[in-house]
């Protein structure tokens, strides 16, 4: 079935270095991807989307590319915040909603 | 943005008894609203599937004796955690996609609910 697989482990990094958490996944078909944010104490939200390949989704400086060749949608930020600091996830939507199991992200000032 | 809105954020219960939560969409319609679970450290689970109207999609694997789910209305679902056990107790989120937005649609998030079973 469709599964999202992402690096193992929590991210810790210093405010301003370049973030990038890796995605990839497992689907029949051609599924929309997504990253997903939760800061702490707050729900799941939508970060980006891609909904083909070759599409970029962007907000609040982050990035991901869908590649299908790769089957990947790293996330990437160039320069970070301590308020990027929170959990990020993976997902993809093919016959259902899959998500990969999260990367916390702490960012020191 | 569309809000989602679950009610309550943190419950504590005894072994035994029952167990609702709320999941409200405050400013739109939602046909089909999702629950899933959440393990400390691991990703969601999605539990079910809710279409307003009907009965509940399960997840297999998971029991819908115990996790009884009711879409009564466009802005209401719930899920209730029969004769609770400490095994159950963990985070449960909901999520609603506004109707009419199709397969492909932003699916908005709850705030989740933490369910402690003593």
């Known amino acids: 079935g469709d599964s999202v697989t992402q690096m193992e482990g929590p991210v810790t990094l210093s405010e301003e270095a370049f973030l990038t958490i890796n995605c990839t996944y497992t689907?029949?078909?051609?599924?929309?991807l997504f990253w997903y944010v939760q800061y702490p104490g707050e729900g799941l939200q939508l970060l980006l989307k891609?909904?083909?390949?070759?599409d970029k989704g962007s907000n609040k400086g982050f990035e991901a590319t869908y590649r299908k060749e790769t089957t990947s949608f790293h996330l990437e930020k160039g320069s970070v915040q301590v308020s990027d600091s929170a959990v990020y996830f993976c997902?993809?939507?093919?016959?259902?909603?899959?998500f990969g199991k999260g990367n916390q992200v702490v960012v020191i000032p | 943005g569309a809000v989602v809105s679950q009610h309550p954020s943190r419950v504590i219960c005894k072994s035994g008894t029952s167990v609702k939560i709320e999941c409200r969409s405050l400013d739109f319609q939602a046909t089909t609203m999702f629950w899933y679970r959440q393990f400390p450290k691991q990703s969601l689970m999605l539990m079910a599937t809710s279409n307003e109207g009907s009965k509940a999609t399960y997840e297999q694997g998971v029991e819908k004796d115990k996790f009884l789910i009711n879409h009564a209305s466009l802005t209401l679902s719930t899920l209730t955690v029969t004769s609770a056990h400490p095994e159950d107790s963990s985070f449960y989120i909901c999520?609603?996609?506004?109707?009419?937005?199709?397969?492909?649609?932003?699916?908005?998030f709850g705030e989740g609910s933490r369910l402690t079973v003593l």
């Open positions: 689907a029949t078909g051609y599924p929309s």
């Open positions: 999520s609603a996609r506004e109707r009419d937005r199709g397969y492909t649609g932003e699916l908005f």
């Open positions: 997902a993809l939507k093919g016959d259902r909603l899959a």
């Open positions: 891609a909904t083909k390949a070759d």
